[in-house]
């Protein structure tokens, strides 16, 4: 089954590290300027998900969230969720880690694309 968000080992890894310090997580990605091409992560219950977001799917468990009209743009692709050395966004929990979440993404086929249609409608 394709998924439209998945997770490298070094990102799940980091995540596993950070649910013990912070409890519960969740990414979001707002598509914005400056942090918010990031795909940003926080304890669960300190951020909210309003109307204009959309849930992709869990990376582990944690959920994926990113903004309806930045989704426009990437919704032909699969987001792989990766980490990076450095500094990521100030509002993000892996910061003092010295690391940082990084989206890359590829391009889903016509077959992922009629599996994600059809599952699509079937929801």
């Known amino acids: 089954m394709v998924e439209k968000v998945i997770a490298t080992d070094a990102t799940l890894a980091l995540i596993d590290r950070l649910k013990q310090r912070h409890g519960p997580l969740m990414f979001h990605q707002s598509g914005g300027c400056c942090d918010g091409s990031s795909p940003m992560c926080y304890p669960r219950e300190e951020f909210r998900v309003g109307n204009s977001d959309v849930l ?68």
């Open 56 to 123: 992709l799917g869990s990376v582990g468990d944690t959920p994926f969230y990113m903004s309806k009209d930045q989704y426009e743009y990437w919704k032909h692709t699969q987001l792989i969720i990766d980490v990076v050395d450095g500094r990521g966004g100030m509002f993000s929990v892996e910061g003092p880690e010295g690391k940082r979440f990084l989206t890359r993404s590829r391009m889903f086929t016509e077959e992922e694309k009629k599996e994600l249609m059809e599952k699509a409608t079937n929801d």
